[in-house]
């Protein structure tokens, strides 16, 4: 018995005045876990029993080709992957509804109407179901929230931008798998298209990898789909409290018992059997309640803050790096222009050089023709100003060489520093995108969590207030009883 309900049934005692019914009641509660489990055990053989007569398919088997299909189907294919989950998704949603309308079914019975469908081939009339892991079989819609399916074909959309069709597509299936509303839906699909188009700039990597990034986008769509658990808790708990208010209403109220058929022992037998009845109840619906508020999905909140944070820090190292850059390409082009202006200055000395050279020569050549008796003087002097001429444009030649490689080489460090910029501005932008993302869906999240959580708290407020009532108004007959003994 869970600690809530030992102590509510002490205190009905402490009610009671601790007479001779206490320690009765005592040992009564104290049965109901053994009793219990002796029905869980017996509910397990005949689930086993079923399930061993039936085919189904793996669940294992099945989650891995779903994850698969997500991430390998492109263009198309993606296409039609999405119309063919979506067209099984929603007749399970319209079975869903269908039966919630109807009256309740066991599980077997449910088994035994599936055994005769007419085409038990259908997707959505396809149960799975692994031995090794045990509890019920599930259908499609169950599979596909405990894979990685819908996370899978996220990336995809990511990683390829998804056209209109798809987009139409994809809302549909967020309406069917995640929480919110459909503005919501709407909002997560524009932020994955505003991924998908920075990612798609997104190349060189720096300092984040893009499979980091698909990561947290991932893990951020789980958190926020919905939990096939919880639907099932949800239609259990509604049942049990539904028995106890028919027991209630069936029985009456406790402390109204016909006292002269309380004297008969077989009516005695009668309410203690209707006790350990509603016991049985409230115990499974506390399991029920409690594990629905340990349910949760996607990082916890210490995990998001450390995805933001190393986001952010990354995005201050991208922008001072990029600022780092930024100044050693202006160092660069400084230096390139003082190369420039020294390659002018000497251009110049070396163009006055060669005019004046060239009109020496033309003055020799001058007096070659005019004296003939000088011509061997004035041919070794032709001669040496040829040669000066020549070491002046080799040494000019030289000197341009030099200088283009110097000017080339700062070049080529410019188009690397500006290449390395504009990747640092493309990731810091895709990280800052990534962020607003991440923000939104946590946003989203903790807002589905906080109310989860107070829905929980007040229905386990609830039903602790009535089994203490219920608790007291049985003490209160058996008094009446010993009193009429």
């Not at 061993?52 to 991430?71: C, F, G, P, W």
């Not at 920075?198 to 951020?220: I, P």
């Not at 203490?468 to 008094?479: D, E, G, K």
Request: a negative charge; glycine letters at 4%; aromatic letters at 6%.
């Amino acid at each position: 018995m869970s600690s809530w309900l030992r102590s509510a049934v002490n205190k009905a005692v402490e009610v009671g005045n601790k007479n001779n019914l206490t320690n009765t009641v005592k040992k009564y509660a104290d049965t109901v876990v053994q009793h219990a489990g002796q029905a869980v055990a017996e509910g397990a053989k005949i689930l086993h029993d079923r399930i061993s007569a039936r085919n189904y398919r793996s669940v294992a088997q099945t989650v891995k080709r779903l994850e698969e299909a997500a991430i390998s189907h492109r263009g198309p294919e993606r296409v039609q992957l999405l119309r063919r989950w979506l067209v099984v998704l929603k007749e399970i949603e319209n079975l869903s509804g269908a039966s919630a309308e109807g009256k309740e079914k066991t599980l077997e019975q449910h088994l035994a109407v599936e055994d005769i469908k007419e085409n038990p081939q259908r997707p959505s009339l396809v149960l799975y179901y692994d031995s090794d892991v045990g509890g019920e079989p599930l259908n499609f819609r169950d599979v596909f929230l405990q894979s990685q399916a819908l996370e899978g074909i996220t990336l995809s959309m990511i990683i390829e931008a998804p056209n209109e069709e798809e987009v139409s597509l994809l809302l549909e299936m967020f309406g069917l798998c995640l929480t919110g509303r459909k503005e919501v839906h709407n909002a997560i699909v524009s932020s994955l298209q505003d991924l998908a188009t920075a990612f798609s700039s997104y190349q060189d990597e720096v300092l984040v990898k893009r499979e980091e990034l698909l990561q947290f986008a991932q893990r951020a769509i789980t958190g926020l789909k919905i939990n096939s658990d919880l639907a099932r808790i949800d239609a259990e708990a509604s049942s049990l409290r539904k028995k106890l208010s028919e027991i209630t209403t069936s029985q009456g109220v406790v402390n109204k018992v016909d006292y002269k058929a309380a004297e008969e022992t077989e009516a005695t037998l009668k309410a203690l059997k209707v006790a350990l009845g509603q016991i049985r109840i409230c115990s499974r619906l506390e399991g029920l309640l409690l594990k629905k508020k340990n349910i949760s999905n996607g990082d916890s909140p210490e995990v998001h803050a450390q995805k933001v944070d190393k986001l952010k820090v990354l995005t201050e190292s991208l922008v001072n790096s990029a600022a780092k850059a930024e100044k050693r390409i202006s160092d660069n082009r400084q230096q390139k222009e003082e190369a420039l202006k020294v390659r002018v200055t000497k251009g110049g000395e070396t163009s006055e050089k060669e005019k004046e050279l060239t009109a020496e020569i033309s003055e020799l050549q001058q007096k070659k023709d005019d004296l003939e008796a000088e011509l061997k003087k004035i041919n070794t002097s032709l001669a040496a100003a040829q040669a000066r001429l020549w070491n002046v444009r080799e040494e000019r030649d030289q000197f341009e060489e030099a200088n283009n490689q110097i000017v080339e080489h700062l070049k080529i460090k410019e188009d690397e520093l500006t290449k390395s910029i504009s990747s640092c501005r493309v990731e810091s932008d895709v990280i800052k995108t990534w962020i607003n993302f991440l923000e939104d869906t946590w946003v989203l999240q903790q807002s589905n969590t906080e109310i989860y959580e107070k829905q929980v708290s007040d229905e386990l407020e609830r039903h602790e207030d009535y089994f203490v009532n219920l608790a007291i108004q049985l003490l209160t007959t058996y008094q009446v009883f010993n009193f009429l003994y």
